[in-house]
Structure formats: C-alpha cells, structure tokens
C-alpha cells in the first residue's frame, strides 16, 4: 500500500471514530460526566494510531462535545446552560444511517450555537392523526414526510398544520411536486430515490448470464432469475410484496386509472389494469424464484441480498445504505418494462414546518441548513442516498463507499419517475385494495374474481 493510500485509510478510520463517538454522545450513549474508553481501547477498536484518536478527539473537544481531564481521560461534556433556542425535529430512526443526520446537526450547532435541535422520533408508517397529535401538541416544530403521509393532509383537509414555504430553485424541480397544492409548497424536498433493481454480479457470472439493463421486460426478469436461483441456498428475486412503494409500480405499469366512466361507475374487468398485478403472481408460484414466506419486512430484502441468499432485489438508494458492507460485488438497474410502461415509484422525503410553531424562524434555518448546497454534497459524499440539491450529486471527494459502477443512472430514467397518484386511486382506498391483492396472490380469487371485487368497492365508494 502507497503512503498515500495509507494515509487516507487512516484519515478514513479517524473520520469513522469521530462520527460514531458523536453519535454515541448525542444519543445519550455516553451522557454528560461520563468517560470515553481509552486513547489505547480506541486506537485498537478503529484501527488507527494514537496520534489519530488524539486528533479524532480534539475534533470533539472544539465542537464542544467532550473535555480532556489531565491524567484521567476524556470526559462528556454537560449542556451548556446559557439560553438556547430549541427545535424539535421529529424523523425516522434510520434517517440517521441514510443521511448522516447526526453529523449534519452537529455541525448546525457549530454554525449556530444559540440553537439546539432535540430530535423526536417518529415510528415507521405513522399516519395523518399521529402526526397531527405532534403538531398540534408543540411536540415538534419540524419534521420529515413522504409523499403518501403528506397526501394524507391532503386528503383530510389538514394543510393548516403545515407552513407554506418557499420553492427552492437550486433542488431539483419534479421534487417539489410531491409536496405542492395548489399555489403552495408546504415541504422542502431533502432526499429521494426511484425504486430500482440491485443485482449480485458474480451470480451473473457464474452462470455467464447477461446482467439486467433497460431492455429486459418482466418475463426475461422471471426467466433469468430462475436460472440463478440454487435449490436450499438462494432465490433468484425477491422485494417486499406489500410495501407501497412496491405493489403500486405494477398498477402504475399496467396504465391502471381508476377513474368512473361516462355513468359514473368503475369498470376493470378486460381493462388490462390487473395484468402487472398478474405478472406478480406469475413472479410468486414460479419454483425456487421468489421466497414468498419470507415477505414480512421490507428489511428482508436487503438483509437476505447482503448475505447472498437472493441474486437480485428491488430497492431503493435510500436502503442501499444497507449494502456498503456486503462482500461481493452489485450493481444496478433500472425496474422491467411491463407492455411499454418501463415507470417505476418516486420516493422522496421532505420537511415540513409546524404551522404553530413558536419558533419558526430558527425552524427555517434549521430547513435552509439541511438543503444548502454544502450539506447536500455531505450526503452525497457519505451516503448512497441521491440528495435533492441539484448540483450536489456532481460532488466529487474522499468516500468509503463502494459505489455500484452504475449508481450514476438515475439520472438517465427521470423521465420513468410516477407516484400512485397517477392511478388516482385515493389513499382511503389503498388498505382495501391491497387486501383483494392479497387474497388473489395467495390463490383464493381468480382475476376475474378479483376485478368484479374492486368494481364493487370502487363503486360502493
């Protein structure tokens, strides 16, 4: 290894201990009076010099973070007691490992010491009333949504809870739309990613196999994907059956609008709306292709890809996060065409201000922050995670990333990026469409059975 290449590892090293420290003390971890392991345990846990961890701990020193007691060690510092600001930023937990969010509010902090952002969890999937408990309580003052928790406000006419903000036009604009009615935008835009195909590209070559690209249709997926799926050690296909993000690409590929006819009723049967629904089917009872027992989490795809237990998933950039640390080489392609719709689900997550705020003022900053130019290339820099600064994915700098050869092809499908709102089926009505899905999925209705079921629920509706 060439002094350059080492050095860099180390810096690496340095840089991985400082942000995990950081973490662990801002998490409460390590709480305030409490001392770090060693300069010698730290040294031999991320595998860097003494002369490293020294540094790595002068970075916390000067953010405040922790205080060199001579002769003892390094000790977490208390708060400091002087009148702040604080805003309660409410967001996933795994936020955090998809954005770096605990190192980009540190170095808010830096920028604005007056002000503290206490973070508030959100639970995954919370809905409309949940969230408007929150707001309504002054529990948070911002916090993060995605498109189908925000056409929940829509839907329910609970706009009025959130601040009409200002478009932003250094982020990309087909983000935006997501979060507008009418006139106004009601959430900035941080991150987002398409839903994808990720593929283990030594399991293409062991079998001499073409690897996945724009051309392939869903058959020649099933096909493939057959071919490298071995009996009692892997499936060739898996994605997480009921996760929104998923289902819905096969009513959005099939041209599926459900929208009433001249006499106000609905019709699907001999529509063609249902053949992506069939085509998931065809994927399910196809032998040893998909492990569709498994279908419980929407984690179980990555995990099982990570372990090389299935050849090739459908994803996201925000879950390749996941992926960093897998042994084997992947890469990615865009979703299998179905007829001529080649679209696949646009998943973005922006912020959004409390309406009743006390203090929106530091809460705009705290959004201005999160989308400038420099914070956007941090999460280009250190994540898969595509952010929504327009210029900030052009970024180029020091990663330990091992990003796919083709991760960059995002940028040549954003004329296939769609939401469920093209079907314009409402979300009131998703639960109980997905649960007719289900019953034909798991051979308990026909597809015609299943077509005159969602025209009477549609009808009924």
Known sequence: MSDKQSRKTFRIRMDRMIRQLREDILSGDYAAGDYLPSELDLSNRFQISNNSVRKGLDV???????????????RVKAPEQEAHTIIRLGCLQRLNDQTELTYLLSEFHRKYPHIRVQTVQIPKNSNYEYMRDFLDNGMIDVFTVNHFLFEEFVEKQGLDALEAQEKNMELHPFLSEPFQYGDSLYAQPFAYSPIILCYNREHFSELNLPEPDSSWSWDDLIAYSTRLAVKNERFGFYFHLTNPNRW??????SGAKFLPQADGTYRVRDSGMLDGIEKVWDMIYT?????????????????????????????SYFAMNELNDAPFQF???????LHDFNQTMLVTVGLCMNSRSKVKA??????????SSDVQKVIAQKTFTLPAHMHAAQSRGDTELKRPARFQMHKEIIRSFSSFKSTHLKLSQHDDVLRELKLYWSGLKSKERLAMS?????NKK
């Open 60 to 74: 916390l020193v000067d953010e405040g973070l922790i205080e060199k007691i001579p002769r003892v060690g390094n």
């Open 287 to 315: 032998p040893q292709l998909y492990p569709i027992m498994l279908s419980a989490s929407h984690a179980d795809a990555e995990r099982m890809f990570r372990d090389g237990q299935v050849s090739v998933i459908m994803t």
């Open 331 to 337: 890469d990615v392609a865009p979703l299998p065409y």
């Open 362 to 371: 530091a809460a705009k900053q705290l959004i201005d922050f999160l989308i």
């Open 248 to 253: 819905f690409i096969f009513l959005i590929q």
């Open 454 to 458: 969602l025209e009477e629920l549609l």
